[in-house]
């Protein structure tokens, strides 16, 4: 049971080049997530999937697209990379539907660096 | 979602009991009290939650007092490896759009040998 797993760990890219970041879990999560984290910030909120099918904006979505290509798996793509993009990307899944599933597992992160 | 206050950094010597305040005047009746950590360079830990009732569980205490205006995250026994950033989330739990948590820049605690 790996919980929630991201590839790559580490990525530089150069302004205006694509690149999709990679997302599963094998906890048979309904919902997914999608944050960024800035230095000295907490985490904010880009993409969300509540349950297979399904994606909704959250607080910072310019700049990326999400799948939720099938239940385990939430993938966020950079169609044009910009040095503000920067930063650290978690993958989160929740059970959702009942209180205590409100409760996100989170994964180790991808650390993307824009040049 | 409420807002939460939290002190900026707290220090606590190994082996003693860490105590995490947290101030949310604003909740509501349906929200939940979530603790989450970050340990540096890692995604965030869930730790524990709870609404009125004091929680336990093999991590931590979570004590809320009684007009829930403010809770305590208590680790009984603080090891070099709880150094972490410890977020209090405030949130309902309403299904619909209200699935984000909203970290703020939470508590720095540092375990000192």
């Known amino acids: 049971n790996a919980g929630v797993t991201q590839t790559p760990k580490f990525q530089v890219l150069k302004t205006g080049q694509s690149m999709t970041l990679q997302c599963a879990q094998d906890?048979?999560?309904?919902?997914m997530y999608w944050y960024r984290q800035d230095p000295g910030m907490g985490l904010r909120l880009i993409y969300y999937?509540?349950?297979?099918?399904?994606?909704d904006k959250g607080e910072v979505p310019n700049g990326y697209n999400v799948s939720r290509l099938n239940k385990r798996e939430f993938s966020l793509r950079l169609e044009s990379a910009a040095p503000s993009q920067t930063s650290v990307y978690f993958c989160?899944?929740?059970?959702?539907?009942?209180?205590?599933?409100?409760?996100?597992?989170f994964g180790p992160g991808t650390r993307l660096l824009v040049l | 979602d409420a807002k939460t206050t939290q002190p900026p950094s707290m220090d606590c010597a190994e082996g003693r009991a860490a105590n995490l305040p947290c101030n949310h005047s604003?909740?509501?009746?349906?929200?939940?009290v979530y603790w989450y950590r970050q340990i540096h360079s890692q995604g965030p830990q869930y730790i524990i939650h709870?609404?009125?009732n004091n929680e336990t569980n093999e991590m931590a205490s979570l004590i809320i007092t009684e007009d829930r205006k403010s809770s305590t995250l208590i680790l009984p026994h603080a090891t070099l490896r709880d150094t972490a950033v410890y977020y209090c989330?405030?949130?309902?739990?309403?299904?619909?759009?209200?699935?984000?948590?909203?970290f703020g820049k939470g508590t720095l605690l540092t375990v000192n040998p």
């Open positions: 989160a899944s929740s059970a959702s539907g009942l209180p205590s599933g409100e409760t996100q597992y």
């Open positions: 906890m048979n999560h309904n919902s």
């Open positions: 999937s509540a349950s297979e099918g399904t994606t």
């Open positions: 604003t909740i509501s009746g349906n929200e939940y």
């Open positions: 709870g609404l009125k």
């Open positions: 989330i405030v949130r309902a739990i309403s299904g619909g759009s209200n699935y984000k948590l909203t």
